[in-house]
């Protein structure tokens, strides 16, 4: 029963993140953490690296590296410092530190924020991204902010190139601090599959639902997921 609400998670969170541009970890850590906390952080970020990669190479022609370097310049020092917080918190503080990250998240989303990709804004956005993803997985909403008011495929483009990057980091990170190992790995297995079966229906269905309805729809469930999330701290 487990496996199969797993899969159903990360399908839908893959079917979000390829509409538009990220929100598979948005999605899919709360409730995953109410899973099982083995699915958090490792799994999930393998799920996002997979789903990267196929995102990536579809949108390849828009992808600007020269602007991805702050980006990833800045993700480094986040990386560290998200994996060191790893040694320092339980299961408990992990659940808080999710569920405030997907409010952050949906607040931000919210925001009639109008931001530039401005070399600062690239870097800050990077070292958020390394922060939040590696402690928590959900390293997307940064670097969305800062990308949201560019072209649709240029926005999935590098957000997927940038994760491919940032997963790696990440992963990289969470085996030093003995977060990635054996046990997460073999339980990721049955969710990629899962990613790309996501990737798939969202292929085939991008055109008829539209970008707001979907939009709105996943900041509904992002806010009552990290909500729980929150809510599970205090139990």
């Known amino acids: ?16 993140q390829t509409s538009i ?11 995953l953490l109410f899973v099982d906390p083995l699915y958090v952080p490792a799994p999930i970020t393998i799920c996002a690296f997979t789903l990267s ?11 600007s590296f020269k602007g991805l370097q702050y980006a ?9 410092i998200g994996g060191m917080l790893l040694w ?11 569920g405030a990250s997907v409010l952050f998240a949906v607040a931000l989303s919210l925001k009639n924020i109008v931001l530039q990709p401005t ?5 800050s956005a990077g070292f958020l991204s390394g922060f939040f993803g ?31 990057v940032s997963c790696l980091m990440s992963l990289s990170m969470l085996s030093v601090v003995g977060q990635f190992g054996t046990a997460q790995l073999v339980v990721s297995l049955p969710l990629m599959p899962a990613t790309l079966i996501g990737y798939w229906l969202a292929m085939k269905t991008l055109d008829l639902i539209s970008h707001q309805t979907l939009r709105n729809s996943s900041l509904c469930l992002c806010g009552i997921a990290g909500g729980a999330a929150i809510i599970s701290y205090w139990l």
């Open 72 to 80: 990833v310049v800045g993700r480094v020092p986040g990386t560290i």
């Open 1 to 16: 029963m487990d496996l199969a609400i797993a899969i159903a998670v990360i399908v839908v969170g893959s079917f979000v």
């Open 21 to 31: 541009g990220f929100g598979l970890a948005v999605i899919a850590a709360p409730i």
């Open 53 to 63: 990669l196929v995102n990536a190479y579809k949108y390849r022609r828009s992808i």
């Open 134 to 164: 590696t402690s928590s997985s959900i390293g997307g909403p940064p670097m969305a902010l800062v990308l949201q008011h560019q072209e649709g495929d240029f926005i999935r483009a590098n957000l997927a190139a940038f994760f491919i």
């Open 88 to 98: 320092w918190i339980d299961q408990q503080q992990l659940a808080l530190l999710v």
């Open 119 to 123: 070399k600062i804004a690239m870097f």
